[in-house]
């Protein structure tokens, strides 16, 4: 298990390897710094992607038909797959909605960690401490109503669910 510091490290070395410094981060240039393709496809609907890493190539293929909010989440997702877990293995991760919520077969093998993980890393790549703050800074308010949040979910590229999320565990209150 990684700790959380050390996975939001990870994301912020690939925003600066990758030289993304603004909102909404650009995760497809994150994904060629690390050498990942993107493909999009015609995927079930419970499946948002999976990773397919081998010696000779890496891609992430995404759900066409989901929304681009969660299309980018995804992708962010699969790189912080490949980034946290794939380094030195080989091998497919195929992530379905709300992985994280269900209990199946991958929770019994302790992956729901690395799904937690995935989750974190992407959250941090997508909606980077720094860049959150100084949208914030802009914004000069403590406490978030449902027209801020929108708004500010928009300038990120991110749902506003995942934008809760990521306040929440920046120390931000978040309003109803």
Do not use: C, W
């Given at each position: ?30 994904a060629r ?18 990773l397919s ?124």
């Open positions: 298990m990684m700790s959380s510091k050390r996975v939001e490290a990870k994301a912020r070395k690939l925003l600066e390897q990758s030289g993304i410094i603004t909102a909404p981060v650009d995760v497809e240039l994150a710094t690390l050498g990942v393709e993107i493909e999009f496809d015609d995927l079930d609907d419970d499946v948002s992607g999976f890493v081998d010696p000779s190539r890496s891609v992430a293929v995404i759900n066409e038909n989901h929304h681009p909010n969660r299309q980018r989440f995804t992708i962010a997702h699969e790189l912080g797959h490949y980034v946290l877990h794939v380094e030195s293995e080989e091998g497919l991760f195929i992530d379905k909605k709300y992985t994280v919520h269900h209990r199946d077969h991958n929770s019994s093998l302790g992956t729901i960690e690395k799904e937690r993980e995935a989750n974190l890393f992407a959250s941090s790549l997508l909606m980077p401490k720094a860049i959150v703050q100084a949208l914030l800074d802009d914004l000069s308010v403590d406490f978030f109503d449902e027209f801020e949040t929108s708004s500010l979910a928009k300038r990120l590229g991110v749902s506003e669910q995942a934008l809760g999320f990521r306040l929440a565990r920046l120390g931000y209150e978040v309003g109803e």
